[in-house]
């Protein structure tokens, strides 16, 4: 309770908010906050009426729980839940927020009541309003899930992470528009992963949800604590393993609109050509895009986040099957200084290596061919690497095709190859003891920039899955069984006994 109030006297000298957590009639004012996102507040009052006048269409209202009764209309909303109330607005814009009237929570009701109690809360669960989060009104399914308690849920999945990040303005990309948090929290890597690759989005471009239960929204903290446990993280693979490490450099830098290319050496054509979006455009901005994180750390090291030293990040461009022998012996390479470990040189390798791969366009979602693309580079690994090095191995397979495809693609690039190459790609990495995530569905009815390649967006969500599975990751050789993974703040990831 001290802590509470804290807070709220907090609040009212930072954001100018007065008569919060009091019964009664109250004033809720927000004035002029830059595009940070305030400190929550909890409404313990209920039920609650908020009218906000004149306030911009990206104001974020998260009820806790679900519990909406009515919408008058868009700008008044009842709730008989606690509230929290988010700012996202640019700094030239004012919000108000005005007689916020709460009232004194009812005592319960006895248990003669509970059961007509159970039949209005049925008879009024069709009627019930869209759930507001992330500027985006749930409805259905989705309406049914009900929002995490901020109090115990970690805190990154109840905001915006991009909050700070250079360039948030510009490029107009909030966590809450990617990714729509819901209860209960996936427990172990199989869930997760199973969640990851069903899960979906209801409308084009609406924030995402796994199926059945949550992934995580890592912060900047947890993302470097996380890779802090690998020895090395590896992507193979074609233009999309490309993204997707562009995509996490982002996080790693913080920086939306350059984070993912080589900024530090751009002709002024190649700034505006490559900023926000245009980093994943793959005919302008292909060949500046960050292939390993040494790269940044020698030439721009101020730019990253995490101790250079604890993250060793390489994208290896493998598009084609077979492999030339120059790019099998340049991976190899990597593995060169893997002996087998005994004494000192164990505990020097004790940290695991991740390897992601990522295949299929470049051979026509060909499943024999990626199969045996996987096969060489395994072999090639095997040879140069101690079997006693612990890995973790994941396929990621390519997402949904987007109107933009060439016609003559679609017959062997489109909806139909792509789902049942993710089929048929489960089987063969579960020959091989290799993860799968599918991002077919992740990545259906949202912006397909060129037919095939995701935007900003929908490769944030692809390595944020990828996150997902590091954090709850294996990464002992050999069959694996069922088990939990660690959490986010553990030091190394879950090993079979």
């Known amino acids: 309770m001290a802590q509470r109030a804290a807070d709220r006297r907090a609040l009212r000298r930072k954001c100018g908010w007065s008569n919060l957590h009091r019964p009664g009639p109250a004033a809720l004012h927000i004035h002029n906050n830059p595009t940070r996102l305030l400190s929550r507040f909890i409404c313990a009052c209920s039920p609650a009426r908020l009218v906000v006048d004149d306030g911009p269409a990206d104001i974020v209202l998260a009820v806790v729980p679900a519990a909406v009764r009515c919408v008058a209309s868009s700008r008044q909303i009842e709730i008989h839940a606690p509230i929290i109330i988010f700012d996202k607005v640019a700094a030239s814009h004012t919000v108000a927020a005005k007689r916020v009237a709460c009232t004194r929570r009812q005592p319960p009701h006895d248990n003669s009541s509970s059961s007509s109690s159970s039949k209005r809360a049925e008879k009024t669960a069709n009627d019930r309003p869209p759930t507001v989060v992330g500027n985006v009104a749930y409805t259905g399914a989705a309406h049914q899930f009900p929002l995490p308690d901020p109090l115990s849920r970690p805190g990154a999945?109840?905001?915006?992470?991009?909050?700070?990040?250079?360039n948030r303005r510009q490029c107009k990309v909030s966590a809450?528009?990617?990714h729509r948090p819901f209860e209960p929290l996936c427990q172990t890597k199989d869930d997760v992963l199973r969640a990851?690759?069903?899960?979906?989005?209801?409308?084009?471009?609406a924030p995402y949800m796994p199926r059945d239960c949550d992934m995580r929204w890592y912060d900047r903290t947890e993302i470097c604590q996380i890779m802090g446990r690998f020895d090395k993280i590896l992507f193979v693979g074609d233009s999309m393993m490309r993204h997707i490490v562009g995509a996490l450099h982002i996080l790693l830098r913080e920086d939306l609109g350059y984070g993912a290319v080589t900024a530090w050496n751009f002709r002024q054509d190649e700034r505006d050509a490559c900023f926000c979006n245009g980093q994943f455009d793959t005919l302008r901005c292909g060949v500046q895009g960050i292939f390993n994180s040494d790269d940044v750390a020698k030439f721009d090291a101020g730019s990253l986040k995490c101790d250079?030293?604890?993250?060793?990040?390489q994208n290896h461009v493998m598009p084609n099957y077979p492999p030339t022998a120059a790019e099998l012996a340049n991976l190899g390479d990597v593995f060169a200084h893997y002996p087998a470990p005994d004494g000192q040189q164990q505990q020097q390798h004790q940290k695991p290596v991740?390897?992601?791969?990522?295949?299929?366009?470049?051979n026509d979602l060909d499943i024999q061919a990626t199969a045996g693309w996987l096969t060489s580079i395994q072999r090639t690994i095997s040879e140069r690497m101690s079997k006693a090095v612990r890995r973790a191995q994941l396929f990621v397979t390519p997402g949904a095709a987007g109107p933009s495809m060439f016609d003559l693609d679609v017959l062997k690039h489109g909806h139909k190859a792509l789902a049942l190459f993710e089929t048929g790609m489960a089987d063969v990495c579960r020959g091989k003891e290799i993860d799968l995530l599918g991002t077919y569905n992740a990545t259906t009815q949202t912006t397909i920039r060129d037919g095939k390649h995701s935007d900003i967006r929908g490769n944030l969500l692809k390595i944020m899955m990828v996150l997902n599975w590091l954090d709850k990751t294996r990464s002992r050789p050999g069959r694996r069984r069922p088990r939990a993974g660690p959490a986010a703040g553990s030091d190394q990831p879950a090993v079979d006994a």
């Open 196 to 205: 990851m690759s069903g899960g979906g989005r209801i409308g084009f471009d």
């Open 176 to 178: 809450l528009e990617i």
């Open 354 to 362: 991740a390897i992601v791969y990522g295949h299929g366009h470049h």
């Open 157 to 166: 999945d109840m905001v915006d992470t991009f909050a700070e990040f250079a």
């Open 308 to 313: 250079a030293k604890s993250i060793n990040v």
